[in-house]
T-cell receptor
Framework: DQQVKQNSPSLSVQEGRISILNCDYT??????FLWYKKYPAEGPTFLIS?????DKNEDGRFTVFLNKSAKHLSLHIVPSQPGDSAVYFCAAPTSSGTYKYIFGTGTRLKVLA | KAGVTQTPRYLIKTRGQQVTLSCSPISGHRSVSWYQQTPGQGLQFLFEYFSETQRNKGNFPGRFSGRQFSNSRSEMNVSTLELGDSALYLC???????????FGPGTRLTVT
């Protein structure tokens, strides 16, 4: 039972354009979400998070949107840069106060110069 | 501040053997989680330790075990290795387990 889903395994975007990575979840109890970026041969690095009390969180070129009614979140990268080429994972802790994070399967973003 | 370190970075073992992987968290972090990453499966949660106690465990067989020491360093052990155990094993630390986690570079285990 995959509670966090990233249905697009890959995405290609031209440099300077917007990249939109999507994530769906099934558990309405999730109240905190995170995005991680992973380069080959490195561990994932934390990118941005959002609490369920918000519908948007912005950090520089990265913005995460949360649609609780649709159980959907998205990561927008504007403008996209070649250095953004990586695998992006969304994640959620299984419920408040627990320490088990559920990760999606990842979306590989390729930004074309 | 030094990041999360994992040793060894690469490992090749034979079916039936056992293996121990090590993780040193960021200084001051007391929570350590372990994940298995395989192609197409994303990161699968193995277990989480805090102050030497396992607080949560994923859906892995008992061949997978771990422990945490008083200095927060953690080890995971896999006994009776199977071919399907070939994966990237990632360790992540956080201050208390319910905030963003910081990952190490991982240990690439190959079972032949």
């Amino acid at each position: 039972d995959q509670q966090v889903k990233q249905n697009s395994p890959s995405l290609s975007v031209q440099e300077g354009r917007i990249s939109i990575l999507n994530c769906d979840y099934t558990n309405s109890m999730f109240d905190y979400f995170l995005w991680y970026k992973k380069y080959p041969a490195e561990g994932p690095t934390f990118l941005i998070s959002i609490s369920s009390i918000k519908d948007k969180n912005e950090d520089g070129r990265f913005t995460v949107f949360l649609n609780k009614s649709a159980k959907h979140l998205s990561l927008h990268i504007v403008p996209s840069q070649p250095g953004d080429s990586a695998v992006y994972f969304c994640a959620a802790p299984t419920s408040s106060g627990t320490y088990k994070y559920i990760f999606g399967t990842g979306t590989r973003l390729k930004v074309l110069a | 501040k030094a990041g999360v370190t994992q040793t060894p970075r690469y490992l090749i073992k034979t079916r039936g053997q056992q293996v121990t992987l090590s993780c040193s968290p960021i200084s001051g972090h007391r929570s350590v989680s372990w994940y298995q990453q395989t192609p197409g499966q994303g990161l699968q949660f193995l277990f989480e330790y805090f102050s030497e106690t396992q607080r949560n465990k994923g859906n892995f067989p008992g061949r997978f075990s771990g422990r945490q020491f008083s200095n927060s360093r953690s080890e995971m052990n896999v006994s009776t290795l199977e071919l399907g155990d070939s994966a990237l094993y990632l360790c992540a630390s956080s201050q208390n387990g319910n905030t963003e986690q910081y990952f190490g570079p991982g240990t690439r285990l190959t079972v032949t």
